[in-house]
């Protein structure tokens, strides 16, 4: 099993540009998020979704926007990238239903720098 | 909205020695999570702590939960230095919402 995987690992966009940044899980599980992590301030949750066609904002939406495509996927798009977007982001999956050891898995992360 | 604070921020300890990170939470929460972050790396999951009085322990690092006082520890005992990393809790709201706290920065000192 590769667990969740991501890309890209590395992104440099100029203010304004658009992109979309990919994740994956082969677990079979039913939630996926994302989050960004800014030094000093831990991870900040940006949308999940807890099941395929589903999605809910977290603590930080605002210039974000996802996609569930199917259990699998999910994808988080900057439409209009702006400096303070500058972070790494990580995909997680867990199951939360039905398992007794809810173990939540990463991605290897994106490192984003807006200019 | 959930707060997770944990504290020490900063930490830099001696091989051998024992210490203890404490993790505090604002209001109730489902179940709490221990993760460790290696410089440069993704989280790796180290403990899920799902009741009052749950007790976990992996080699050298013991976790804790006190829901009634919102409060976990995570114990290192006698440190080494592969133990060096960010050490983060987290708890969820419903389930689904995970709130993080802002880690702790371990260096296990030769």
């Known amino acids: 099993n590769a667990g969740v995987t991501q890309t890209p690992k590395f992104q440099v966009l100029k203010t304004g540009q658009s992109m979309t940044l990919q994740c994956a899980q082969d677990?079979?599980?039913?939630?996926m998020y994302w989050y960004r992590q800014d030094p000093g301030m831990g991870l900040r949750l940006i949308y999940y979704?807890?099941?395929?066609?589903?999605?809910d904002k977290g603590e930080v939406p605002n210039g974000y926007n996802v996609s569930r495509l199917n259990k699998r996927e999910f994808s988080l798009r900057l439409e209009s990238a702006a400096p303070s977007q500058t972070s790494v982001y990580f995909c997680a999956s867990i199951s939360l239903a039905g398992d007794s050891y809810n173990e939540q898995f990463f991605g290897p992360g994106t490192r984003l720098t807006v200019l | 909205e959930l707060k997770v604070e944990q504290n020490p921020l900063f930490l830099s300890m001696q091989e051998g020695k024992n210490y203890t990170i404490y993790c505090n939470y604002s209001?109730?929460?489902?179940?709490l999570y221990w993760y460790r972050q290696d410089p440069g790396k993704s989280l790796e999951s180290l403990f899920v702590?799902?009741?009052?009085?749950a007790v976990k322990q992996e080699g050298r690092l013991m976790a804790s939960l006190d829901t009634k006082a919102r409060l976990s520890t995570l114990h290192i005992t006698a440190a080494v230095h592969d133990l060096s990393a960010t050490y983060f809790c987290?708890?969820?709201?419903?389930?689904?919402?995970?709130?993080f706290g802002t880690g702790t920065s371990l260096t296990v000192i030769p």
């Open positions: 209001t109730t929460s489902d179940r």
């Open positions: 979704s807890a099941s395929e066609g589903t999605t």
């Open positions: 702590l799902l009741s009052n009085g």
């Open positions: 987290a708890v969820t709201r419903d389930g689904n919402q995970f709130y």
């Open positions: 677990m079979n599980h039913n939630s």
